[in-house]
């Protein structure tokens, strides 16, 4: 066999070296992507400098109501049976896409709250303001006029056969509402509120015992023809 020189091996070696080299670079390198790493769910990890996610603005309750904060007022929710003083601007719209059309408005009216006497949207959607917070309160149809007499009503009698008009059209159109953008200016106590508005029920057991020491409490009389007499 022929005989290899100790320099030609050693160079045969020595050029390998290059190639080898690459192939252990080439395989305790971690490996390059070749995507897009994954997006961040930044719902759930704040990253300094990334927009905000997107929140859905708003409340819509089962019954159709809908209302949506402007501004949140620094003071207490009104109770059922205060006074209200609110600055509103009311529209009709009729359909869901259709433009807003002003009907009426007011810088100081009163409402009596929870006395059936202010259509039903209404009188809901300011429930849960606060004192001096603005609401956009859209209000269904069927939470609104629904009875003669409900307020607020324009003043102008041209103002109020505008309502009308508008209640026969919205009534045969879907997705139409009449939109109150409210502001809550204050609440109080009336004088007159005897307590029948508070947030609270007697339970079976308090009415029965009522009922039973009122009729212990009433005296008994025995009626005959022609003669009566106490029983004790």
Known sequence: PRAVGRRSAL?????????????????GAPRQATADPPKINTDRVAIPGAPAPARVSGLV?????????TKTGPGPEPRWGQVLKVAYTCYTRAGAKAPLEKLDASTAYLIRHGNGRTIRGLDEGVHTMRIGGAR????PPQLA????????LPESAAGRRKLDRALDVMAAT??????????LLDAWVDDADAGYYEDSSFSVDALRSRAGAEELSRPRR?????????VP
């Open 11 to 27: 160079g045969r070696f020595v050029g390998r070296r290059p190639a080898l080299g690459a192939a252990a670079l080439a395989l």
């Open 61 to 69: 309750l089962k019954n159709g109501l809908r209302y949506e904060d």
């Open 222 to 230: 025995r009626v005959c023809r022609g003669w009566s007499e106490d």
């Open 174 to 183: 879907a997705g139409s509402a009449v939109v109150f953008d409210v502001t």
């Open 136 to 139: 956009r309160v859209e209000v």
């Open 145 to 152: 006029y629904t009875a003669p007499g409900l307020g607020p």
